[in-house]
């Protein structure tokens, strides 16, 4: 009986996954590189969100039970978060404080990515690339602009299935800005 409690549902291996592709995308060298991003753990949590928000995206689009996911792959997100607040240092009276900073930034950015999108031309994106994470420069804007419009396409052709079972659920960013 009280196994139960220590055992994993399949959905929070599914989510951990999720989670884990997320990552391994947010922590692309190629976005650190050339002044994008500047590798700090604001600008690590600045690309985990947008990947998350673009996967989120596709999960709420999709029918049950992706909406049931998307939730469990944001609660695996602010664990991870936490768990990586104590990793580095942060006490236990801290961490809810920064957790609750973190919520409310990584909610506000997701609503402006989500208004951001929704525009057919990349003006609003690039400002809210420029606004979320301090991307210097139109050039780069652009390209993250144009980053994120690549795996949006490229997330809703996948369906379901595919994004659950796929390993890589994002496109090489080399290959999208060619």
């Known amino acids: 009986m009280i196994l ?13 996954s999720l989670f884990e ?14 002044g994008w991003v500047v590798d ?15 996967l989120l995206r596709r999960l709420r689009a999709l029918p049950a039970p992706a ?3 998307a ?9 991870e978060i936490e768990r990586a607040f ?16 973190y919520a409310k ?29 301090g991307v210097p420069g139109a050039d780069v804007q652009i390209e993250l ?3 994120m419009r690549a795996v949006e396409r490229h997330l809703a052709a996948l369906e379901f299935a595919e994004i659950v079972s796929s390993t890589s659920l994002f496109p090489d960013l080399r290959t999208v800005l060619k």
């Open 86 to 101: 104590r990793e580095i240092g942060i006490g236990d009276l801290a961490v809810p404080k920064r957790m609750k900073a």
């Open 105 to 133: 930034a990584f909610y506000g950015r997701a609503a402006s990515y989500d208004e951001a999108l929704a525009e057919k031309d990349n003006m609003a994106l690039c400002a809210a690339v420029e606004r979320n994470l």
């Open 21 to 34: 592709r997320v990552n391994a995308a947010a922590r692309a060298p190629q976005l650190y590189r050339d």
């Open 4 to 16: 139960k409690l220590f055992r994993s549902r399949p959905r929070d291996d599914v989510a951990a």
């Open 145 to 147: 602009a144009l980053y």
């Open 40 to 54: 700090t753990v604001e600008g690590r949590f600045e690309l985990l969100t947008l990947h998350a928000v673009l």
């Open 67 to 69: 909406p049931d996911l």
């Open 71 to 79: 939730q469990e792959f944001v609660d695996r997100l602010f664990l």
